[in-house]
């Protein structure tokens, strides 16, 4: 195969549409109220996330000089929601709006260096495996490519046993062991004794970004009353469970009010506001779960282990109290966590990233920062992936698959260097002002992400909701028993999962 070395990936993009980023980035991200007059400026130097060393990879790609698709369609099949993601993958035309016009470039030089011409199909993020696997089990080669969503165990996982797509592992086109591809997830996701591959994550479907869980807090609110930023406790590797919990607390003011229940206009303020997978997200912060992966690829239970539990106690202490400083709230429209942190009603939330594009519409101005660890020894943070994330995959109907992992790995590639800081940067964009310091935190959660194996197989699902159910809605949960009663099942989950893989 031979290959071209990519010296300088930008000056292939047509000027005119650079112009047009650069001016929307300027005018989203870098704008200054006082002097909106920003057009003498050089908007490289306006504008980091174009050129941010500490996300775009430190490797030169290489592009396969040899591939030719011969000017034919490259369809990739990804997931819809009425869950405010972003999911274009494909935006046939400039729009002026940074994020779009990001991925328009990057699709238009795929589309030069491959000779395809790239298509999407978008399918409703409740039917898409549905979908997928009624066309790949028909025989149909329909998806160059797919990003289907996990949801624990009925979704990505089931089509696995059934060889609906290809191991990755297989696929020489595809560099799994480059920064553009989530080493972590590979890690996890490499299973049985073949160490097999079936799907991937990164940067190409912004959605999968958008499914981190993080934690957001009021910056305006916690500077007004005294409190410091909580940026240098991250970089210093002290944002920890009690330092989470002191500012849960901290954050919790009566105002007048008689007492902490939700009232629509009252006056109480809460220190941690959010809904019930928040426990969850806590537990894998942590960096405790529910099923480990072994060298060999095998699957253990790991919940009976002591710091399991006393994290998990710790959570539900944190949790499960009536002094404000944590409350559940899920219920739309009227009490529910993310327009009631909009309205400055609590100190703290929790989300995926996606909430960030509600948020930009508050008067104050929020912070972004990773899932907290459990203790200062703690070497990683660790934030998870939401159950519909959605994953890479290359369908096994697919009649040129060496073709499209090496498409795949350059969109990975393109999408890293091009479109995530571009997409980091309208995340934080509030009335055209950068948030430089939740930029930084964006850098750790996306280095810290991760997702834990049972919730993917759904081995552990009941017990999992039966947590959340509980300590994600202010609930006291006895773990020890609850462990008890569903660890058998939970084995036997794990024993068929690796018989089916090998």
Not at 321 to 344: C, K, Q, R, W
Not at 449 to 476: C, P
Request: charged share 25%; aromatic share 12%; net charge negative.
């Amino acid at each position: 195969m031979k290959l071209v070395k990519m010296k300088n990936k930008r000056a292939v993009y047509l000027t005119f549409s650079l112009v047009l980023i650069s001016a929307a980035v300027l005018f989203i991200s870098c704008g200054d109220s006082a002097n909106p007059d920003n057009s003498g400026l050089d908007p490289n130097e306006e504008n980091p996330g174009f050129t941010d060393p500490d996300l775009e990879p430190a490797k030169e790609y290489i592009f396969p000089e040899d591939m030719d698709g011969g000017g034919s369609s490259f369809t990739i099949a990804a997931p819809n929601t009425s869950w405010f993601f972003y999911t274009d993958i494909v935006r046939d035309e400039i729009s002026g709006e940074a994020l779009d016009d990001a991925i328009y470039n990057r699709n238009r030089l795929i589309e030069e260096k491959f000779n395809i011409d790239i298509k999407e199909v978008s399918i409703d993020i409740e039917s898409f495996n549905s979908s997928v696997r009624r066309l790949t089990a028909a025989g149909d080669d329909v998806y160059d490519a797919a990003f289907c969503p996990m949801f624990r165990g009925t979704g990505l996982a089931s089509m696995i046993g059934e060889n609906i797509f290809y191991n990755l592992r297989e696929v020489a086109s595809i560099n799994l062991e480059d920064e553009w591809w989530n080493q972590q997830i590979i890690k996890e996701a490499s299973l049985g004794r073949a160490d097999k591959l079936f799907f991937a994550a990164c940067d190409i479907n912004i959605m999968t970004l958008q499914c981190l869980e993080a934690v957001f807090f009021n910056q305006d609110m916690m500077e007004n009353s005294g409190l410091n930023l909580p940026y240098n406790l991250v970089r210093e590797g002290k944002w920890t469970f009690d330092a989470f919990n002191q500012y849960q607390k901290d954050g919790a003011q009566l105002n007048g009010a008689d007492s902490f229940n939700w009232e629509n206009g009252g006056n109480a303020v809460y220190g941690f506001i959010s809904y019930d997978n928040s426990v969850n997200a806590l537990i894998d912060g942590s960096g405790e779960r529910y099923v480990t992966v072994d060298n060999n690829g095998g699957l253990h239970l790991s919940v009976e282990n002591e710091r399991f539990v006393n994290v998990v106690q710790k959570i539900e202490s944190m949790l499960v109290v009536t002094d404000g400083s944590y409350l559940f709230a899920n219920s739309m429209p009227d009490f529910h966590y993310e327009p009631i942190f909009t309205n400055n009603r609590s100190l703290m939330t929790m989300g995926e990233l996606k909430a960030a594009d509600v948020f930009r519409e508050m008067d104050d101005t929020f912070g972004i920062l990773p899932i907290p660890k459990y203790e200062e020894s703690q070497e990683n943070y660790y934030c998870h992936y939401i159950f519909a994330t959605p994953m890479a995959v290359i369908p096994s109907t697919n009649t040129r698959p060496e073709f499209t992992g090496a498409v795949l790995d350059a969109m990975a590639y393109l999408s890293a260097s091009d479109v995530t800081p571009v997409f980091f940067d309208v995340t934080v964009s509030q009335k055209r002002l950068r948030n430089e310091e939740s930029i930084d935190m964006l850098h750790i959660i996306k280095d810290s992400s991760y997702i834990d194996m049972g919730l993917v197989y759904g081995i552990t699902n009941q017990f999992w909701e039966a947590i959340r159910h509980s300590i994600g809605e202010g609930k006291s949960f006895d773990i020890v028993s609850q462990t008890e009663r569903f660890k058998d099942r939970m084995n036997t989950n794990i024993e068929n999962i690796m018989e089916l893989l090998g």
